[in-house]
């Protein structure tokens, strides 16, 4: 293979390879303003809807291991008998956890899995609820021993209750303190606030100081929905973003933890369709999120928001969490007070969405583009098809020149051979033979790989736009076979038995796509690639690498498989065609000489037969 067709070769697959790379860098948004809402928490405390049988006073019940020495925190008074509540909004079903007053589940009514809502808490064991808190920096003080239930309205549900200290005769000391936790919901907003009361008995700072911080809330320990196996990072993942100083960050665990101690807007944790962002007042938190695994979850991730000391005997922090789907429709509404039922605005919740590229205008413009064909035909898998052949209209011009380059490099095969086989022994020689060729016959042999860098935007966003769409979650596209655009697909299922890299289910799509990427490798190389001297080069990038590309995509979303398979089928198509009518060409200018000679040969023949 000379030197250009290598040439030609390694960059095309330096393209593919540094698509993959860089479709997940991101650039940092603009610098944006957050305006916390003027919304005050209550201040009453509601009494429990319901007398509560009185049970033995819970004084040996402690927020620690260490509840015989000084310092220690205990729950004081008479346990509440309920274990449980509910509330209910227009997209929520959540069930409330008494015991540490926190989330134990939250269900989206208007986003199903298999018909079933999605559940975005994803416990590891019945106690590991979302949002609660514990004292001090660590989570080994908890504070989940029985709360009262107040139902202030429809949307409001509130948990109280008195901890007390242990002093040093190892009895707990007469001045005790109130931690009451608000959650409000609005009627259709993903966003809630939680406001937290601390309350002392006395006059007094608030007696929590555990090496400068009086508390910590989790969101632990996963975002739902559930998985069985450990997110690959390209078509299942959990991410973490920061918003500091007006920039987004993506924070990135080491050693399972990530801390910020500086000022910071919100926090995410971001799936593939769904987020939880907390924004927490302007106190100076200190953040940690962090990852690791259990036995029923293999990956955890947590956001643990810390308090610093009160300096005060009654302090009221408010947090506010956004969870639910990463939709740029529904972060939006907090820009702007009269789009949400809180009065927030400019909170710049859609800068968590990881949907933001170097091409995501690109991405923008092609998913409103994929919205008008749906608006037409109602099947995403056939929207996915008319905007393939629309992006293989739109590149037209670009592609055919690359097609008739690579045509003509197989029509000049002949006389590239003859060069290579005259000067055999002197490569110098045979270069400027071939530069001299390509030059008289006005042909670029890289001409069939730089187009390709001009679609390389279209192949990023695309990448990045069927890999994560919100919209193609649940799509179906053939019932029966493709019911899922946003999963990969499956025909058969042949557990318990797994092979290594595929796992225990055969899927259709990926098989068509590398049998179509072969054939367009087939139609589209050079003619040279097929001598004898090259061969073995030939089959590795005509087989081994769509094979490369089988087990990397094995598991990719069927509507990004279908969009490369369909997309190989039209390159086939155009190919051929641009074959067929430059060998036309190239037949025509051989045959118009003898045509002629032929034609004046017939001429004279009619004349003379005239004569007679």
Known sequence: MDKNTVLAVVFSVLIIIAGFAIQAIFFAPDPVQEIISPNQPPTTVEQPTAKVPELPVSSSIAASNLTDKEGSIVAVGRDPS?????????????IFDADNASIASMKMKNHLDEGIPVELIFRDTPEDS???LYFGYDTETRSDYGYYVSRPDNYTI?????????GKDGTIMPETFSLEKTFVFSETDYLFEL????????????????????????????????FFEAPDGRYKYRKFYTLQDGKKKEAKPKNNEYIVDSLFSWAALTGKY????????????????????????PLTSSMKFSRPVMNSSLNTDVFRFYIGPQQKQQLSLYNDAEDNGFGLRDLQLEKAMDSSS????????????????????????????LLTILIK???????????????????????????????KDNSAKMNQEMSALYKREKVNPMGGCLPMLLQFPIFIALYGLLNKHFELRGAVFIPGWISDLSSPETIWNFSPVTIPFIGNDLRLLPILYVATMVFSMKVSQSAASSTSSNANMTKIFTYVMPIMFFFI???????????????????VLQQQITNRIQHNKAEGKRETPKFKIVNKFNKSQKKKNIKR
């Open 158 to 166: 509130r948990f109280t209750r008195d901890f007390g200290i242990i």
């Open 195 to 226: 406001y937290i009361e601390i309350k002392n008995s006395v006059n007094e700072v608030i007696p929590l100081n555990f090496n400068g911080f009086s508390y910590t809330l989790a969101f632990e320990p996963q975002i739902g929905p559930e």
């Open 82 to 94: 309920v274990r449980e509540a509910s509330l209910e909004t227009e997209v929520f079903d959540i």
């Open 274 to 297: 769904f987020t939880v962002i907390g924004i927490p007042d302007t106190a100076d938190y200190t953040l940690r999120l962090s990852t690791g695994s259990t036995d029923t979850i």
């Open 393 to 423: 209209v739109v590149l037209f011009p670009i592609t055919r020149k690359s097609y008739q380059s690579t045509a003509k490099m197989q029509e000049l095969n002949p006389k590239i051979q003859e060069i290579k086989e005259k000067y």
């Open 553 to 571: 995509l094995y598991n990719a979303p069927s509507g990004l498989i279908l969009y490369w398979t369909v997309m190989n089928i039209f390159t």
């Open 358 to 385: 170097w091409f995501g205008w690109l991405e923008t413009i092609l998913k409103w583009l994929l919205s008008i064909f749906y608006s037409m035909i109602p099947n995403y898998g056939i929207a996915i098809i």
């Open 130 to 132: 979302a949002f609660k």
